[in-house]
């Protein structure tokens, strides 16, 4: 899986768009790219995945830029609930993104969202 | 149930000690994972199974650590000789084979004493 690079931490106001990048310069042609999040004291949770197109569902948008080596994940309206470690995930999948496997977890970013 | 079961989710066990952490899976997955997270970092892959068998094992640090699904549903992380070192939080996840989202337990946090 290709490695990825995330800013440590991040801030965001209340109400605000969070945008939370991760470069993945080395990504490959079947690699795609997900996006996890854990909230303290609960395991991580599944928000989006994309290969090259913008995707968007009902927790948040992703942009992969069109060389494909870095994204960015999009919470339109941060609320507080929303602090947690955002972990960018890039991984080989087949078509669609569905895949099987062990997930490799970097540090992730600590997005704190304040009032 | 709705959701991946985690039991116990706190245990605390003397340095020599032999554990055994349980996850219920969500019914219908195939597919099961544990992993392991310490403070600070993120989870870290141990083992995964399809069905009944481990498909790859590759995380597990060493022969202290074992895993079983006999029925291809409930797993058991099996820790022998518990040392000071196997404090972490233990996460379970389970997603369907060709699922794009795996769904994690909360886990159970363990300390050896």
């Known amino acids: 899986d290709a490695k990825t690079t995330q800013p440590t931490s991040m801030d965001c106001a209340e109400g605000r768009a969070a945008n939370l990048p991760c470069n993945h310069s080395t990504i490959s042609g079947n690699e795609y790219v997900y996006w996890y999040r854990q909230i303290h004291s609960q395991g991580p949770q599944y928000i989006i995945h994309?290969?090259?197109n913008n995707e968007t569902n009902e927790m948040a948008s992703l942009i992969i830029t069109e060389d494909r080596k870095s994204s960015t994940l999009i919470l339109p309206h941060a609320t507080l609930r929303d602090t947690a470690v955002y972990y960018c995930?890039?991984?080989?999948?087949?078509?669609?993104?569905?895949?099987?496997?062990?997930?490799?977890f970097g540090q992730g970013t600590i997005l704190t969202v304040h009032p | 149930g709705a959701g991946v079961s985690q039991t116990p989710s706190n245990k605390v066990t003397e340095k020599g000690k032999y554990v055994e952490l349980r996850c219920d899976p969500i019914s219908g997955h195939t597919a099961l994972y544990w992993y392991r997270q310490s403070l600070g970092q993120g989870p870290e892959f141990l083992i995964y199974f399809q069905g009944t068998g481990a498909a790859d094992d590759s995380g597990l640090p060493n022969d202290r650590f074992f895993a079983v699904r006999p029925e291809g549903s409930v797993s058991t992380l099996k820790i022998q000789r518990t040392e000071r070192g196997d404090s972490a939080v233990y996460l379970c996840?389970?997603?369907?084979?060709?699922?794009?989202?795996?769904?994690f337990g909360s886990g159970t946090r363990l300390t050896v004493v």
């Open positions: 995930i890039v991984r080989v999948a087949n078509a669609g993104g569905t895949s099987y496997g062990k997930l490799t």
């Open positions: 994309g290969l090259k």
């Open positions: 996840a389970s997603s369907l084979t060709g699922g794009y989202g795996y769904t």
